[in-house]
Nanobody, 119 residues
């Protein structure tokens, strides 16, 4: 089982930026699609925000396209989410996970990292 630890969240004003990191244990990191999800306050479902395949093909939710960038460093077993031009509606707990392209959620959900966008 791959262990996932998210970090980098915080409080930021609208229009600001944050960079999230997700460190994964184990040597199988490079085999999988990695993804970022978020769960907004009061919502039960997590939203798939961005994913990146083994060959660095990326895909984004329409709500973040052009503002967020996902990247990965296989040597460091880490996936990143650069978030720019943040909006209040980006407020959520952000989680990372891994899997195949259509279901990048093989791992257990950790605590995630809180992102709060507020003036």
């Amino acid at each position: 089982q791959v262990q996932l630890v998210e970090s980098g969240g915080g409080l930021v004003q609208p229009g600001g930026s944050l960079r999230l990191s997700c460190a994964a244990s184990g040597s199988i990191f490079s085999r999988y699609t990695m993804a970022w999800y978020r769960q907004a306050p009061g919502k039960q479902q997590r939203e798939l925000v961005a994913r990146i395949t083994r060959d660095n093909t990326t895909n984004y939710a329409d709500s973040v396209k052009g503002r967020f960038t996902i990247s990965r460093d296989n040597a460091k077993n880490t996936v990143y989410l650069q978030m720019n031009s943040l909006k209040e509606e980006d407020t959520a707990v952000y989680h990372c996970n891994y899997g195949n392209y259509f279901a990048p959620a093989f791992g257990s959900w950790g605590q995630g990292t809180q992102v709060t966008v507020s003036s």
